[in-house]
Nanobody, 129 residues
Framework: DVQLQASGGGLVQPGGSRRLSCATS????????IGWFRQAPGKERVGISC????????YYANSVKGRFIFSSDSAKSSLSLQMNNLKPEDTAIYSC??????????????????????WGQGTQVTVSS
């Protein structure tokens, strides 16, 4: 059974920080591009931080660049997203997703693609005072 379980969401004040975690199982972690996506009410799903081949740099959407930090742990088959200086517009459901790597997969391409092989239930992040 493939599982991607995001956790760590909650209510945060503007300017605050939050760390999201995603535990995965059921697939070979390093053979997949992995990333964080979010969907706000009434808006489309957006890729915000992804990494393809682990030797590539992580991609960050312009909206989160300089505030969010992506990390992954191959030994634990997990990924995390450290979110700093949170803004009300960061309010969304955050989910972790994965797609099998091929030679042409890039971090940017995965984050901007509508396709993914696996995804899990997201975790709600609400930024409000």
């Amino acid at each position: 059974d493939v599982q991607l379980q995001a956790s760590g969401g909650g209510l945060v004040q503007p300017g605050g920080s939050r760390r999201l975690s995603c535990a995965t199982s059921g697939f070979t972690f390093d053979d997949y591009a992995i990333g964080w996506f979010r969907q706000a009410p009434g808006k489309e799903r957006v890729g915000i931080s992804c990494v393809a081949n682990r030797t590539q740099s992580a991609y960050y959407a312009n909206s989160v660049k300089g505030r969010f930090i992506f990390s992954s742990d191959s030994a634990k088959s997990s990924l995390s997203l450290q979110m700093n200086n949170l803004k009300p517009e960061d309010t969304a459901i955050y989910s972790c997703e994965a797609t099998e790597l091929n030679p042409s997969t890039t971090s940017t391409g995965f984050c901007n693609s509508p396709h993914r092989d696996y995804w899990g239930q997201g975790t709600q992040v609400t930024v409000s005072s």
